[in-house]
Each structure stands twice: as structure tokens, then as C-alpha cells.
């Protein structure tokens, strides 16, 4: 097996956010639950809402695509693969993800349906309500897979909210079979509870049949998924059936389990809670960086806690400042 050229290669939605204040009668009143995400699935529907947002702004997204702009961040290696469109928002996502220093080939898709956009609204209390068009993201097919950078990554990371439709969804397979074939990693992160409804018994055949390495999962998620409702029971239940399990826990921390080791850890202390937008993508991208690296489970966990926090103290789920730098002051 030849050395990785890449720490981290991620399959995901290429999603431009736009961001915008609101107050929770103005969720109430667009009749989304608060904190969740809900799906567009029309131009129509996301033009109508966007219409009704404030003073937004604009910046790219996804969730995949966001854990490996947070590694590059760190001096990984990372590489993205997904599906934008040939106009203004899929040259806006090119060029974003490929400054933040992650190789991004996949051929742009013409025509319709447009680069995806998640329209966000962001309350006073920092809880994020999004509102999703998918877009030319629901159409990555297998084709477009570039087999060589995929076998070239230590780690093959997949987001959940790919699952939903057909093409993404056999390209992903597609994609652990490369990874495996290559004796490479495959980590999956199960998104939201919204995924776990619709493709839950997909996301445990793939467990059950050995082809995740490493599951990421927030506690609501691990409940749906074990379905049970205690957090220990459902430890219980998946453990074994993962090598490792990494599960956030907001405000209480985090934990991960390997074999007979589990170590948890709390979260950083920040100053101000602003926007919780893309925290469990950037602790995926510390946790991930720190495995890459050979890293230990509490380091891993901690670099993973460093990045959710800084992300969470400002607008957006791109890092504003340098994790890097933040991860030596912290670890040294």
C-alpha cells in the first residue's frame, strides 16, 4: 500500500450557506422547528424564502466540505469531491474551497438545477435553522468520481445528508469500495435525526456489514439510530459494531470509543455563543486531523473541541481564525 497523499478525501453536498439573522417569530411564522433542517425541493420554494430572509451573507458550505476546509486549515491534507453547477454560485464554491487549500476536480455539471444553497437563520440564542436546496448536488454520479484521489486518502469521509438521492448515493458506495479495495478508512458522519428517519436501515446494513471505520454521531443522532433512549444503552449497542465511535455531546463535551479504551472530554470554554453552524463538521475536521496524524483518542478529541469552538463564536462553518495556531497554544 502506498503512502496517502491526502489525510482526509470527503464526498459531500457543495452547498453555498447564506446567512441571516431572525427572531423566533419569524421561525414560528416560515413554520420550521427551530434548530432543525428542512429540504427545498424546488428553485421556486428557495427563491419565495429567500425573499423573505434579511441581510444575508454568503459563504460556502456543505457539511463534508466544511470538515476538510477545517483540516486544510490545520496543515492537513484534503481533498473534496462533489457537484456544483456551471454559474455564479458553483464558481463561488470552486474558488472558496480551493483557497481554504483543499483539492477540489470534479467537472461542473451545465444546465439546471442550480448549485445548492442553505438558507440559514441564526437566533439570538446562537441555534441555526436551515433550509436546504440541494440543487445539482443531488446529481453526482459515480462517473465523476476520481478513483485515484479517493485511493490516495488515508481517510474516505462521507457525509449522511448524501444519502438521500440515487446518484450521490451509488457513487458513495462506489467510493468504499474504492477505499477499501485501496486498504484505506472509511469514516461517516449520520448528519442529522431528518437522515436517520429516511435511510436509517441503509445506515445500519453498512455498519453491520463492517464497512464503516470510524462513526460519527451527536447524541440525538446515536439514540435514532440504536433506536433507544438511553445514551449508555445505545453505547452499548453499536459498540463492536464499529472500530471507532465518536460522539459530540454539545455543552457536555465529547466521547470516543475503541475497542475497551473510552475517553471523553469537555468542551473549550468560549466567550460568546454566535452561530452553531457547522460545530460537529469542525470537530469532525480536529478529530479527523489528529487520527490522520497518528494522534491519541483524547488529543483527537481535543482538537476536535478546539475547532468546534471557534467555529460557534461567529457567523459561518468556515474557521475565521488559525486552528492551527489556537491547537499549539492549547496542546503545545
Keep these: 500500500m502506498t503512502s496517502p497523499a491526502y489525510d482526509v478525501v470527503a464526498i459531500g453536498n457543495a452547498i453555498v450557506d447564506i446567512l441571516a439573522q431572525a427572531d423566533d417569530a419569524f421561525i414560528e411564522e416560515i413554520g420550521v422547528a427551530k434548530g432543525s433542517m428542512q429540504l427545498m425541493f424546488s428553485p421556486e420554494e428557495a427563491d419565495a424564502l429567500y425573499a423573505k430572509m434579511g441581510p444575508g451573507r454568503e459563504i460556502s458550505g456543505g457539511s463534508a466540505a466544511n470538515t476538510v476546509a477545517g483540516i486544510a486549515a490545520m496543515g492537513g491534507r484534503a481533498a473534496f469531491i462533489g457537484q456544483v453547477a456551471n454559474d455564479q454560485l458553483g464558481t463561488v464554491f470552486a474558488h472558496d474551497i480551493t483557497a481554504a487549500g483543499v483539492h477540489f476536480g470534479t467537472p461542473v455539471r451545465p444546465g439546471q438545477p442550480t448549485t445548492a444553497r442553505c438558507l440559514i437563520f441564526v437566533t439570538p440564542d ?4 436551515m433550509n436546504t436546496f440541494l ?17 490516495s486518502g488515508a481517510i474516505l469521509y462521507l457525509e ?6 440515487e446518484e450521490p448515493r451509488a457513487a458513495m458506495r462506489k467510493a468504499i469500495d474504492i477505499a477499501r479495495a485501496n486498504g484505506r478508512k472509511v469514516a461517516f458522519t449520520l448528519s442529522d435525526v431528518f437522515c436517520i428517519s429516511r435511510h436509517g436501515d441503509d445506515f445500519r446494513k453498512l455498519i453491520d456489514e463492517g464497512m464503516i471505520d470510524i462513526l460519527f454521531a451527536n447524541e440525538n443522532e446515536l439514540l435514532a439510530l440504536c433506536e433507544h433512549e438511553s445514551f449508555e444503552a445505545a453505547v452499548g449497542h453499536i459498540h463492536g459494531k464499529v472500530p ?12 470516543a470509543l475503541q475497542g475497551s479504551e473510552r475517553v471523553e472530554v469537555g468542551a473549550e470554554p ?15 475536521a480536529g478529530f479527523l486531523h489528529g487520527q490522520a496524524r497518528g494522534k ?3 488529543e483527537s478529541l481535543t482538537l476536535g473541541a478546539i ?19 489556537l491547537a499549539e497554544r492549547r496542546l503545545g
Design 126 to 129: 446562537g441555534q441555526r435553522t
Design 135 to 151: 440543487g445539482a448536488s443531488l446529481f453526482l454520479p459515480a462517473a465523476a468520481l476520481d478513483e485515484e484521489v479517493i485511493a
Design 270 to 284: 468560549i466567550e460568546r455563543l454566535v452561530d452553531t453552524t457547522g460545530a460537529g463538521d469542525m470537530f469532525a
Design 244 to 255: 471507532l465511535l465518536v460522539v459530540t455531546r454539545g455543552e457536555h463535551g465529547a466521547m
Design 160 to 165: 449522511g445528508y448524501l444519502w438521500d438521492p
Design 296 to 298: 491519541g483518542l483524547k
Design 307 to 325: 475547532c468546534a469552538a471557534e467555529i460557534i463564536q461567529h457567523y459561518g462553518a468556515r474557521p475565521e481564525m488559525d486552528l492551527k495556531a
